[in-house]
């Protein structure tokens, strides 16, 4: 049986100033996947996701997220930013942390009920991270604070998720926990994720398919297909051959640009 689609993309174009940064972008993402967006910097991924959560309005196209408008569905999506900007001596607890994103839910001027609590202790146990809930936010490991924003995006119980660059700042090691949670995620809770990365050596290994774009879609298929699909590299502005092998890292081979090479 067909999964439906959560979200659709159709003939989207975007600029700003007179720049275009999306351009006829069009997509598609089943329930229950685990999507890698990839490209160079400035290829508009993180315009994508702004698309997406209904904070930046296309100048043509049409974007559905569950059959309905961006901004319509935002109670379904939970969304991990590149980064945020915070005090680190601010005295927040994780928990707290984690309680604003119930906030939304909760409603201006009234305190927190039981329910959402609850919500709070069931997201942090999703993430493992009850052992460090009172810990101050601003000591928390860059492994650690990413467990934190995902809680504070779990905590609305969304059917998406939306992550830009997640695991900037985080060490290797936790990298890979990280990512096993978020596969966790998608089989455990069928919850449907997308991801913006740079690191194609490790999100690779760890979606259902990949969107390669610049400014528009290059490619969109499983990550063999994807990184064996000669058009990835115009996507990436060189000429570049992805070399696929079994169960190893791929890595991408760039060779000069024709102005390095003379």
């Known amino acids: 049986m067909t999964k439906a689609n959560v979200v659709e993309v159709e003939n989207v174009s975007l600029s ?17 996947s685990f999507t890698g967006l990839i490209g160079p910097n400035g290829a508009g991924k993180t315009t994508i996701l702004r698309v997406l959560l209904g904070l930046l309005k296309p100048d043509g196209g049409k974007v559905r997220i569950f059959g309905h408008p961006p901004g319509k569905s935002h109670s379904f999506i939970g969304y991990v930013p590149q980064s945020i900007t915070y005090d680190r001596m601010f005295p927040v607890s994780v928990r707290e942390v984690v309680m604003m994103g119930r906030f939304g839910t909760i409603g201006l001027g009234r305190g927190p009920k039981e329910k959402d609590h609850a919500a709070v202790n069931e997201a942090l146990s999703v993430v493992g991270a009850q052992s460090f809930a009172d810990k101050r936010f601003g000591k928390l490991s860059g492994g650690e604070r990413q467990r934190a924003l995902i809680a504070r995006a779990l905590c609305v119980k969304p059917h998406l998720l939306l992550l830009d660059e997640p695991t900037t700042g985080v060490d290797v090691v936790s990298q890979d926990t990280f990512y096993k ?27 259902d398919d990949l969107i390669c774009i610049n400014q528009k879609v290059f490619v969109h298929g499983s990550p063999k297909d994807v990184l064996s699909d000669g058009v990835i590299g115009q996507a990436y502005g060189c000429e570049a051959e992805i070399l696929m092998h079994d169960h190893s890292t791929p890595h991408r081979v760039v060779r000069p640009h024709d102005h390095e090479a003379k």
């Open 181 to 207: 949670m978020l596969k966790g995620l998608v089989k455990n809770m069928r919850m449907t994720i997308m991801l913006v990365s740079h690191d194609l050596g490790v999100i690779t290994k760890m979606v």
């Open 16 to 32: 700003f100033d007179g720049h275009k940064v999306l351009d006829d972008v069009s997509f598609s993402i089943q329930a229950g």
